[in-house]
């Protein structure tokens, strides 16, 4: 087991996707197999079709998360879950002072990020491509969506409206 490791670990560190005869997928799917039955317990499929998945800005922004670990022991993959209470990736925001969202809501109107739903033509695209809409007002108006990742810039883009 420690020599499969030791060669599977080779092709994740050099950034390759084959080294000899070991493809990157095949190391994915060896580390993720152990894992399948704990994610299939913690997020199980959802009951509805996924053209009819709603899930908000806050749910983007604030995913629910889970933290594995793979254990080796008497040469067995041994996964198990480590209760976090934070995220060990967080998602990159800017955050306004009360005086500036003050004065932002004087000209435009300000949502919560639990009533805005995320918008994508295909719902498998959530996974893969970038958020550029989302809707408002129950789903009943679409709007562009540009993330504020750049405090500097994104107070400039505002401050000249």
Same mark, same amino acid.
């Given at each position: ?18 080294? !000899? ?35 908000? $800005? ?19 993959? /041994?996964?198990? /879950? ?21 004065? $932002? ?9 639990? !009533? ?10 959530? /996974? ?11 789903? /009943? ?9 750049? !405090? ?5 883009? $505002?401050?000249?409206?």
């Amino acid at each position: 087991m420690t020599e499969k490791y030791m060669a599977y670990l080779e092709v994740l560190e050099s950034g390759e996707e084959v080294i !000899g005869d070991i493809h990157d997928t095949d190391v994915y799917e060896w580390a993720m197999a152990p894992f399948v039955s704990l994610l299939v317990e913690l997020a199980p499929p959802p009951e509805c079709g996924l053209k009819d998945i709603k899930i908000t $800005l806050h749910e983007h922004q604030f995913p629910e998360f889970f933290v594995f670990e793979l254990d080796i022991i008497d040469k067995k993959l /041994r996964p198990r /879950r480590v209760v976090a209470e934070t995220s060990p990736v967080r998602p990159s925001f800017v955050t306004f002072d009360d005086d500036f969202l003050d004065d $932002l809501e004087t000209w435009t109107a300000l949502y919560d990020p639990a !009533g805005i739903v995320l918008s994508f033509k295909d719902p498998e695209d959530a /996974r893969f491509k970038p958020l550029n809409k989302v809707l408002i007002d129950d789903c /009943r108006t679409e709007c562009f969506f540009k993330p504020c990742n750049f !405090g500097v810039q994104i107070r400039r883009e $505002l401050g000249t409206y």
